[in-house]
T-cell receptor
């Protein structure tokens, strides 16, 4: 069975500072890992994914994620946070049938 | 136009009423999913469908039923709504390739009084 953990319910950063939202996973076989973002009163939007290849994956809105196989982690990062990045972020692991989502991390970027 | 649409967007109903939430997609995807979102609990899978004739229960299917009327339409029903079904409900679609992401609708906020 596959699983995903987001150890932080809340992450607070100041605008302009780097941000990291953590995710660890457990899968058998090759991991297909995803990050989604949910803005208030909206559905989830896809940010980026790791399939294979480079461990650093770049996505939308300046976000990137680092895949670390030995630590079974897939942390979301951004070099310089914006207030508009404030949202709920979900990590997910997928297979052909369905995806398993973490519980989400609320990111708050303060001016 | 949005790729995945849900109706209604908001609904308030009373305990014991039958409610149907509808989802339509123009992505051409075979796979469709219903999730509910509760604060602090992330997304929990209710039902999913791989095609019109293939319906599967998710982790929290009790109290819910679904109908896949066509490739593009997937409805969720609450036969007799209860207050703890108050939540945000999302429909999503996906291809059969595990490397592909899901596409989500805007959600339906359901309140059961």
């Amino acid at each position: 069975a596959q699983s995903v953990a987001q150890p932080e319910d809340q992450v607070n950063v100041a605008e302009g500072n780097p941000l990291t939202v953590k995710c660890t996973y457990s899968v058998s076989g090759n991991p297909y890992l995803f990050w989604y973002v949910q803005y208030p009163n909206r559905g989830l939007q896809f940010l980026l994914k790791y399939i294979t290849g480079d461990n650093l994956v770049k996505g939308s809105y300046g976000f990137e994620a680092e895949f670390n196989k030995s630590q079974t982690s897939f942390h979301l990062k951004k070099p310089s946070a914006l207030v508009s990045d404030s949202a709920l972020y979900f990590c997910a692991v997928g297979d052909a049938g369905k995806s398993t989502f973490g519980d989400g991390t609320t990111l708050t970027v303060k001016p | 136009d949005a790729d995945v649409t849900q109706t209604p967007r908001n609904r308030i109903t009373k305990t014991g009423k039958r409610i149907m939430l509808e989802c339509s997609q123009t992505k051409g995807h075979d796979r469709m999913y219903w999730y509910r979102q509760d604060p602090g609990l992330g997304l929990r899978l209710i039902y999913y469908s791989f095609d019109v004739k293939d319906i599967n229960k998710g982790e929290i299917s009790d109290g819910y039923s679904v109908s896949r009327q066509a490739q593009a339409k997937f409805s969720l029903s609450l036969e007799s709504a209860i207050p703890n079904q108050t939540a945000l409900y999302f429909c999503a679609t996906k291809t059969g390739d595990p490397r592909d992401e899901q596409f989500f609708g805007p959600g339906t906020r359901l309140t059961v009084l």
